[in-house]
């Protein structure tokens, strides 16, 4: 409730106010990550990945995708040259990357659209907020048979099933407030957003499970890390960026809300 009206105020804002945002936001994902693997040399791989995610979301302001995309495999490279840990830590580290510029590359290419780009932006954080919130409230008053107890004790089947309904129909209030014709037959998405979403929950939960972190930082108090707040999100928003290159590699948001 605190973050929320700075975040949306940024989302509305754009330009380079928005873009210091992801971009910071993505440094921080970037440090979290190689703190739960205990990354070494930490600063070193700091540097060279927060040196690609820089480049490469100032790339996207005159560069195509790919170009973007290119910078963040070649820092990936370089990172995997770099650290130290045997072949089980390399793909770890150079992972953090991988996950840092997935949330970066696609919140800056989907609300670059002119057209929609905005509303994509809220549409995407409406679902994934709607799901977790959903998700928590069903899972407490409903119970019932545990999700999947060996990654994430307290996730239940109910809360899962709930935040899906509620995330679907945060989508579809969403395009229905912005004017869109897609309300319904964008539905699908929505709901794909919102069970991708809790996958990327599930996912943060058994990395953090693997290497013995409770959380990611300390930076929210009693929240713990961002990554511990954007886990859903950032694997949402890659789905969302690739739905909509698939759709439409040159209006990406058009592609994704537009059916």
């Known amino acids: 409730m605190a973050l929320a009206p700075l975040v949306l105020f940024l989302c509305w804002w754009g330009s380079w ?5 992801v971009v910071a936001t993505s440094l921080i994902v970037l440090w979290e990550w190689l703190g739960i693997i205990s990354a070494r040399p930490k600063a070193a791989l700091v540097a060279i990945g927060g040196a690609a995610l820089v480049l490469a979301s100032l790339m996207l302001v005159i560069r195509p995708v790919s170009a973007a995309a290119a910078v963040v495999l ?3 490279v370089l990172m995997a040259l ?14 953090g990357l991988f996950y ?14 002119t057209h929609v780009g905005l509303v994509t932006l809220i549409w995407l954080l409406a679902v994934v907020w709607s799901t977790d919130i959903a998700a928590y409230f069903c899972g407490r008053l409903l119970r019932g048979p545990k999700l999947w107890p060996r990654v994430s004790p307290n996730k239940t089947w109910s809360g899962a099933l709930g935040g899906a309904l509620f995330g679907t129909l945060a989508g579809m209030f969403t395009i229905y407030l912005a004017g869109l014709p897609s ?6 998405v929505a709901l794909l957003a919102s069970a991708v979403s809790q996958l990327g929950d599930l996912f943060e939960s058994s990395m953090k ?17 961002l ?14 960026l690739l739905v909509g290159l698939v759709r439409d590699p040159d209006a990406p948001a058009l592609g994704l809300l537009l059916w």
């Open 209 to 225: 499970r693997r290497f013995g972190v409770k959380d990611s930082g300390s930076l929210i108090p009693g929240h713990g890390g």
């Open 74 to 76: 070649v820092g990936m």
């Open 82 to 95: 770099v650290a130290r840990g045997g072949r089980q830590l390399r793909p770890w580290a150079t992972g």
């Open 100 to 113: 840092a510029a997935a949330l970066a590359l696609p919140a800056l290419i989907l609300r670059a659209d």
């Open 17 to 21: 106010p928005y873009m210091a945002l």
């Open 183 to 188: 309300v319904l037959l964008a539905a699908p």
């Open 227 to 240: 990554m511990d707040r954007l886990d859903g999100l950032i694997t949402a928003a890659l789905f969302a």
